[in-house]
């Protein structure tokens, strides 16, 4: 059975959301309904890691699903290593029942639609808090074979071992961007590109880029 705790005791909170506004609000909200005395506002993985890395270890972490700096679990699985013991909520704006039920399967806590109304909030952290999993009133599983679970697991471990870069190049790899556009919008050479893809395949065992794609949609995380 999960270890009841009062949501008096969130003392700290992680919120890793690129989009500066939402992550402005979800802490004000957190600061009114908890008393949080420290919110800490990261907008990649890679920042987040930065303030664990100066000591700052939240009693809870709530993670946005699209950044720019992770795809799938990836971003999730690089937090936990980290701090094993914290629990991380996901927030997203698409609530899909396959991408649910995948951060389900790694261990997160939660899922939390960016839409759910302040009220429903308040209650999903109060029940993650107390020692429950909150999922979404309209979520389904997804009927799936065992070994489907374990084949997204294991493209989950492969990407949660890629840089920064890797990921975000998979990202816009998974949009059918090609090499010279990747480079425009990271501002990097196309042969740089081209080095992070050769890198990144080998990590995922991925014969070519579209491989690579289609093992991430195949195991539903992106």
Known sequence: MSKRRDTTTIKSVLIIEDHPLYGDALAETLTRLFAVQRVKLATSILSGLKLIDRNFSPDLILLDLNLP????TS???KLKRRLPNAPVVIISAHADNRAIASFLAVGAVGF???NTARANLQNALRDIWNGRIYIPPNFRRPET???DHDIREQTAQRISSLT????RILKYITKGKLNKEIAFEMSIAEATVKAHITAML????AKSRTHAAMMIKEASLV
């Open 164 to 167: 920064p870069q890797q990921a």
């Open 112 to 114: 939390i639609p960016k």
């Open 202 to 205: 080998g990590k995922l065992g």
């Open 69 to 72: 700096d992770s795809a799938g």
């Open 75 to 77: 971003g999730y699985l």
């Open 145 to 147: 074979k065992r070994s």
